[in-house]
């Protein structure tokens, strides 16, 4: 099925929003939007982000992917935007959606890693939205964010072969106005804040639609603990495990496509759309 391919720029507020529309051959009725992770996450993510959405559209999808404000080709600078406007931008990539395509009668949000947690966010404050999948989505943005912390003090150590500044410290320069750097990335007091106060476990409950829960790793691994226990509290959850290499990481091998993530996915939205 050729799919064809519509880039432009979308006002929000003033500000521009890069965004392509995958339009396949024959309008189905069923739309996806794409939310990519953060930052470095994104780069190496996006030449799967790229294949995902044109396979989707072969199979009758109309699919959008964004950049968020503050990334890619969207306007602001990094530290400007933070976790509020994403999902802000997410929700005007729902818009352009069902402007590409106004019959949609079943639509899905799909991210990876925070964009999973930013899908989540939209998806509860959206009307309209069916299905989520969340793919190996960060559950606890307290735990992430100290994560990202950890990548700067990895490059003091490298730099100095100690750490200078410790954590509470960064963050307190946060809170003072500053900003921090993580890999190139200027990461501000407000982004910090919101990404902390995210539990996936208060979140997912709030969506009235399906949602599958893709945990991806190297090796054949149960579901994490997390994972489970969302799938066990919440009837509309499901939890599926594949074997894939991190592709949203610097990995020795160019990953142009995920195909057991896309394979466990397109089945699954292949099955009835949930009743609301």
């Known amino acids: 099925m050729v ?5 432009a720029f ?6 521009r929003l890069f965004a392509v529309v995958h339009r396949p051959a024959t309008e189905t009725g069923r739309g996806v939007v794409l939310c990519a992770p953060l930052g470095e996450e994104q780069l190496w993510a996006h030449r799967v982000f790229v294949s995902w959405a044109r396979e989707l559209g072969a199979q009758g999808f109309t699919v959008v992917r964004f950049d968020y404000r503050g990334e890619g080709d969207s ?11 994403r999902v802000a931008d997410t929700a005007h990539a729902l818009d352009i959606l069902r ?3 106004p019959g949609l009668q079943d639509t899905t949000v799909v991210g990876l890693r925070l964009g999973a947690s930013i899908a989540a966010l939209a998806a509860t404050s959206q009307e309209g939205v069916d299905r989520l999948v969340l793919c190996d989505p960060v559950a606890d943005g307290a735990a992430y964010m100290q994560a990202v912390l950890r990548i700067n003090l990895a490059a003091q150590m490298a730099l100095h072969r100690k750490v200078v500044t410790g954590r509470d410290e960064l963050v307190a320069a946060m809170e003072d106005g500053a900003t921090v750097n993580i890999e190139g990335y200027e990461l501000a007091a407000p982004f910090y804040r919101q990404v902390t106060a995210f539990r996936l476990a208060e979140t997912l409950p709030q969506f009235a639609g399906a949602s599958l ?3 991806i790793a190297a090796e054949a691994a149960p579901p994490r603990s997390d994972l489970a226990a969302l799938e066990a509290a919440c009837p509309r959850v499901r939890v599926a495990s594949v074997v894939e290499e991190p592709f949203w990481k610097e990995i020795k091998t160019f990953y142009q496509r995920a195909g057991r993530l896309f394979d466990v996915t397109r089945q699954w939205l292949e099955e009835p759309v949930p009743c609301g």
């Open 3 to 7: 799919v064809t391919e519509e880039a």
């Open 75 to 85: 306007d602001r600078e990094f530290e400007q935007s933070d976790l509020e406007t």
């Open 10 to 15: 979308h006002d929000v507020g003033g500000e």
């Open 99 to 101: 402007s590409a395509a």
């Open 213 to 215: 829960l893709v945990q």
